[in-house]
């Protein structure tokens, strides 16, 4: 069994920072890529930011230059640094792996069970 454990959200003024960690445990055989999505209320699920194995990353539009997303494979963990939070940066941010768990290669989607960003002065 897999579990994605995130941890590090809270609440933060408009400016502030606030950084993201996501731990995968159990039985993993290899990670693909990790992520990081984010659900505001009355909103549908939203990418913020990926990373491949290798280490190429990816944003969403509205957090270029704010954000960055990083990764330790030794720890099979990811993070996200958020820098000049922004009020609509507000949501419940989730962390997805593509795991491989056994010999069969296949990277099945995992996901974290979420943690709180409020940004509000």
């Known amino acids: 069994q897999v579990r994605l454990v995130e941890s590090g959200g809270g609440l933060v003024q408009p400016g502030g920072s606030l950084r993201l960690s996501c731990a995968a445990s159990?039985?993993?055989?290899?990670?693909?890529?990790m992520g990081w999505y984010r659900q505001a209320p009355g909103k549908e699920r939203e990418l913020v930011a990926t990373?491949?194995?290798?280490?190429?990353?990816s944003y969403a539009d509205s957090v270029k230059g704010r954000f960055t997303i990083s990764r330790d494979n030794a720890k099979n963990t990811v993070y996200l640094q958020m820098n000049s939070l922004k009020p609509e940066d507000t949501a419940v941010y989730y962390c997805?792996?593509?795991?491989?768990?056994?010999?069969?290669?296949?990277?099945?989607?995992?996901w974290g069970q979420g943690t709180q960003v409020a940004v509000s002065s």
């Open positions: 997805n792996a593509q795991i491989r768990v056994s010999e069969i290669l296949r990277y099945p989607n995992y």
């Open positions: 990373i491949t194995s290798g280490g190429s990353a």
């Open positions: 159990g039985n993993i055989f290899s990670i693909n890529a």
